[in-house]
Structures are given as structure tokens and as C-alpha cells.
């Protein structure tokens, strides 16, 4: 097989493990890398021809390669950002899917656009932003956002989807539900204000700020300090970040945990809901620390799982291991993160 044009080189039997977090030695049957939405166009011309399925590829910052990938790995690497002012004091921001979030964060900032500082050091590219509707200290995408640009898979159409469509909730979208691999995201639009508004609500915001009539730079600042002391750099140990949710529970759930486990931190949600931590669950469990051979839970953070030269499989055993004491000892199902791929069979 060839590429359909020769600006767009396909390769097949291509190593997926500098793609993905976790580093996980994965391959895919074929890979391609595209820098501009023609050759997006050509990669999906390219697996229709050969009856292909098609599987974006950003950052790798929140996914698990769980074995080879059968079909075209599409590695998304558009860079641009545009902007308008919109009113007296708010920007309309549009970033590529192929930035790297983190950049994007700190460009915000030099700029004088806000609302992105509490999201910083959020580890992927901007195209991973909406399919998680990344959260950090009291913030989420879908708080800002305006529209995501795609491409459907199917039929080659451009698509605007805005806020609504995505199906925003707790670290999922659309994206990860209906339709998970339906669309190539290309860019993201977000609403940014130019008047410096801080959000501390969170309480480690608030320890780490006290006294103090904190900045969006103090903000920034204290989120990367913050992020730095309790999740390990992927590029040291590689990792995906927190790989469970938190959960959401009932009421009467709610009651019983606080009367077996007082020290159990709850935090009231809307409806009668309740969050609870899962690195305190998973800690409680005994898991922080832990090695089950060439995978574990990192010492300094038990939400999230770290490759040791491990595969995808083992990280996924030790994920299940996991979920079913937590299950055992609260009555409470941890829910996976990270999207996972695998080929059937």
C-alpha cells in the first residue's frame, strides 16, 4: 500500500510507544502523521479505500494501548491559534487540536487572557481537552467553551459543535460516549475574559494562596507548584495522570461511608450527590506505592498508575485489582479515566 499523495507518508507496523503516556510498546497496522486538514482529508480517503478503521491519536495523554491497533492511527499534529475580541472584555480564543495544552495555558497568560489558569500543567494537546472536559482545582473546559471543530470519520464532513452538543459532564463528553471515534477533533474555540478574575475555591488553592489578593499569575503559579509536588512528569515515569474518577455516590451510600470511615473526605454535589476522593479510597486500600511486576501505583499519588516497562495488559490487571477491593471494602465502582483501545480478540 501507498500514501494517496506523496506529502502524506502512511507507515505500517508503526511503534506507537513514543505516542502515548504510558509509553506502551503498541503498533499500529498503519500510522500516519498529519500537520493540515488536506492530509486529514487524505488519511480518511486512505482508509476508505483499504476499509480501515480510524483512531485520532493526540498527545497519548489519556489513553491506554491495551494491545497492537488494528486500522489507521491518525496522529494529530495541526498547530495554529486565532483570536477576536468579542466585547469590552472577553476574547474568542480558537486553538488547533495538535497545540500542546500547557503551552496554550501560559500563551493565555502572556496575553492577558484568563480563565485557563487553574487548568495548567494538564499533561496532552488541546484535541484531548474536550473529549475528557479536562478539570483541575475547581475549573472545566466545558466552563469556557464555545464550539469544537471536527471532521466526521464517516462521511468527511466539517462539523461546529458547541457546548451543548458535546454532552458535558464529570471528565466525559460525547466524545467518549456516542461518539468515541465518530470524529477527527480539529480545534477548539473558548471564551477567555480579559478582566484578571481568579477562581480559589478549591481548597488547596485557598492553603496555598492565604493571605494574599491572589493574581491569575499567582493562581498559574501555584496550580504548577501544586501539580508538581503531587503527580509524577511522564516523561520521567511514564503515566496518564489520574486514572480513576472520582465517584459519584447517593445519599444513603454517603451516610453509611461517614459513619464506617469518619476521616473519609465527602463533598456535596448537585442532587443529593456526593463525590468522594479515589486516591483516599485506593490509599485506604493499601495500594499507593504498590508493584505488581513491571507496573504499580505511583509512592507520592495512588490515582495514578505508572509503567515500568510493562504492557498495556498489565496495567489494566492491576487496574481491575484495584477496583475490586475499593468495591469490596465501600460498595463503591471506580470508573476507568483514561479512553482504552485494544483490537479484538
Not at 499567582?218 to 486514572?243: M, T, W, Y
Not at 504499580?296 to 484495584?322: C, F, P, S, T
Amino acid at each position: 500500500m501507498t500514501a494517496p499523495k506523496d506529502d502524506l507518508e502512511i507507515i505500517k507496523a508503526a511503534s506507537l510507544r513514543q505516542f502515548n503516556c504510558l509509553a506502551l510498546a503498541a503498533t499500529a497496522d498503519y500510522f500516519c502523521t498529519v500537520h493540515s486538514i488536506e492530509q486529514i482529508y487524505q488519511a480518511l480517503e486512505f482508509a476508505r479505500q483499504h476499509r480501515l478503521d480510524v483512531i485520532p491519536l493526540g498527545g497519548g495523554s489519556n489513553v491506554v494501548l491495551a494491545s497492537d491497533i488494528a486500522g489507521l492511527v491518525i496522529h494529530i499534529d495541526l498547530k495554529g491559534v486565532d483570536s477576536r475580541q468579542i466585547s469590552s472584555d472577553k476574547m474568542e480564543v480558537t486553538f488547533a487540536a495538535g497545540e500542546n495544552w500547557h503551552q496554550m495555558v501560559c500563551l493565555c497568560l502572556q496575553q492577558g487572557w484568563y480563565g485557563l489558569e487553574n487548568l495548567a500543567l494538564i499533561p496532552g494537546n488541546v484535541g484531548a481537552a474536550p473529549i475528557q472536559n479536562i478539570g483541575a482545582y475547581g475549573v472545566e473546559l466545558c466552563d469556557m467553551l464555545q464550539s469544537v471543530e471536527v471532521i466526521e470519520i464517516a462521511s468527511g464532513k466539517r462539523i461546529s459543535l458547541t457546548g451543548q452538543d458535546c454532552q458535558f459532564a464529570y471528565r466525559t463528553s460525547i466524545f467518549k460516549q456516542a461518539a468515541k471515534d465518530k470524529y477527527v477533533i480539529v480545534g477548539i474555540t473558548l471564551e477567555l475574559t480579559t478582566k484578571p478574575r481568579v477562581n480559589i475555591d478549591y481548597p488547596a488553592l485557598q492553603t496555598a494562596l492565604r493571605e494574599m489578593d491572589p493574581t491569575p499569575e499567582h493562581v498559574f503559579e501555584a496550580v504548577c507548584r501544586i501539580r508538581r509536588d503531587k503527580l509524577p512528569d511522564p516523561e520521567q515515569i511514564p503515566n496518564v495522570g489520574s486514572f480513576f474518577k472520582n465517584p459519584i455516590i447517593d445519599r444513603e451510600l454517603a451516610a453509611k461511608l461517614t459513619e464506617d470511615y469518619p476521616s473519609l473526605p465527602i463533598y456535596p454535589q448537585p442532587e443529593n450527590r456526593f463525590k468522594l476522593p479515589a486516591a483516599w479510597l485506593i490509599e485506604y486500600c493499601g495500594y499507593k506505592g504498590v508493584r505488581r511486576g513491571d507496573v504499580g501505583v505511583h509512592k507520592n499519588q495512588a490515582l495514578v498508575l505508572v509503567n515500568y516497562q510493562g504492557d498495556g495488559a498489565a496495567i489494566l490487571r492491576l487496574a481491575d485489582e484495584i477496583q475490586l477491593q475499593v468495591k469490596r471494602k465501600f460498595a463503591v465502582s471506580l470508573e476507568i479515566e483514561p479512553r482504552v483501545y485494544s483490537s479484538p480478540g
